[in-house]
Structure formats: C-alpha cells, structure tokens
C-alpha cells in the first residue's frame, strides 16, 4: 500500500502509514501485558470491553437513526419533486444519488462510532479510491452520461426510443443505467456512458407523427378514383388530424412510383404521436379491405414473355 501511494505521488501520507508498526505496537501489548497483575489487567479488560459494549450500541442506533432519516429524506425529496412536476426520470436519477451519498456518509458515522480512526481511514480509503477509480473508470463515465442526459433532456420518462438497437418506453434513469420496457414486456437496462453518446429516435418527443401506407395498384387504376376512396377511409378514422387541428398537413394520396407490375400509391395522414400504432393496424385493415370492394386490384408480379420464331 505504501509503496502505491508513493508511485501516486502521495508522499505525506505514505509517510503517515509507514509510521505505523504493526509489529513495534504488537510486542509493546505483549510487555504491558507481563508487566501488569491479573486483577488490574481484568479491570482494564472489562472497562475496554464496556467502553467497546457502548460504542457499538452507539454505533447501531446511529445506524437505525440514519437510515430512518435517510428513508425520510429520500421519501421528501420525491414527493417535493413530484408535487412541483419535475419529470419522473430526474426523480429517479435524485433519489440515486441521494441513496448513494447518505448511505455513504451513515458508515463513516458508524466507523467513527465505533472509535476507529476516521483520519487513517480516510487516507487509506483515498489511496484506494484512486485504484478503485481507475478500475471503474466506466462507471465514472456512465455517472457522467446521466448527468448530461438529465441536463440536455434528450427524453424523459415515458417516452419511446430506439437506440443501440433496442426500442422501448423509458421507465427510470438511475445514476449508471437507463431502464426502458420493450413492448413485448422486457426491462433493458442500458448504460448512460453508452447511451449519452447513441444516436437516440425519440418517437414521443414531438406532438404529432406523420403515418404512411404504401398501396402497390393494378395499372389501369384511376388516379382520382383511387385518391378518393383511399382518403374517404381516412376521414372516417376519428383520431386523424388535420391543419385546423394543428397537424401540419392534412392528409393526401399520390403516385409514389411506377414500378414494373404495380402503381405505387402512398397515402399520409398526421395523428398524435400516442395514436400512431392504433391509426396505422385500424387503416391497414380499412384498407385491405374495403380497396378491393371499390374496384380497386392489389396486383400480382406480373412479367411478358414474347416468343420469336426463326424461319
């Protein structure tokens, strides 16, 4: 240990530890020990004893207390938080770090309770946390990747995202990991390090989202024949939006492409970002099924053969 504080170039303490002699202080007990008579050395023994009795009660009611306190704080913080609307996924990143660093401070409490030296303690436990720092140099960068996600908002708690190839709702944001649920029901739990540098798709973050259905029709099918079927089933869905909605558009249906056995048509609509799965599965059946009954063909790849006969 001495000698790795010392290639950290922490020499005060280096010397502070080097002072301590395990050895010297052993042999110097070993002789109070013979030189002191039984009777005074079982008071000594039971007074240590008592004292040592009352330090740890000390220190476990210290112990229950702090975490009481701790429980309370935390309690308070969320619901001041909650009670002014701050975002859920800040709240969570707080109550973290509020567990982590009240927890922290409780066992130094409880060691100097105890009657150990906190000042050695520290000084062993920053030489350590240099080692330890460096070893969990990724954690550092994933506590820091939370703190920019909760300064840059790049999305909050409820919102959908993909990244790193996961898609899903985000539940909570803790001090190294962001919590999404799959649709599918599973928890993922990503890195904020890795997060805070993703590309992030964030579906929710914006009011209304554009849905679009791609019809392959029979050649022959008449442009406005077609544009008024296709946006008369649009209009009888109820949660479409148009302009005077606030939506930027209203919606339409035109010719995408012409490709070889098959019109392409394409047919766009806006709707709240949370309607968008309900509006997309309601109109792809609307579509499938009422197309068809209008006269208008779902074609088949189609190709012409010609046959040249050589005299």
Known sequence: MIQLLQDFGIGKMAEKLDTLNVKDNLAQQLEHIKETDPQTLMHELLSSALDFG??????????????????????????????RGRDKAIVSFVQSLLSVLLTLMLIIMVISALGINTTSLAAILAASGMAI?????????????????????????????????????????????????????K????????????????????????????IDTAYGTEVEHMREVALSL???????????????????????????????????????????????????NSLYTNLPKAGIQFPFPQMDVHIHKEN
């Open 187 to 214: 928890t993922i739990y990503i890195p904020n390090g890795t997060l805070s540098n993703a590309p992030i798709n964030n579906f929710t973050s914006c009011v209304f989202r554009r849905v679009e259905w791609q």
């Open 234 to 284: 649009v209009e009888e869905e109820k949660l479409i939006q148009h302009i005077s909605d606030g939506a930027p558009d209203n919606p339409s249906c035109n010719i995408l492409s012409l490709k070889d056995s098959s019109v392409l048509f394409t047919i766009r609509a806006w709707v709240k970002a949370e309607d968008y799965w309900s509006v997309y599965f309601n109109l792809n």
């Open 54 to 83: 009352l330090k740890l009660i000390a220190a476990f009611a210290i112990y229950a207390v702090g975490m009481w306190v701790i429980r309370r704080i935390k309690k308070t913080v969320m619901s001041t938080m909650q009670r």
């Open 133 to 185: 720092g460096m070893a969990l140099s990724g954690a550092m960068s994933n506590f820091a990747g939370g703190m920019l996600i909760l300064i840059f908002k790049p999305f909050k708690a409820g919102d959908y995202i993909e990244t790193n190839g996961f898609g899903g709702t985000v539940h909570s944001i803790s001090i190294f990991s962001t919590e999404i649920h799959t649709p599918d029901n």
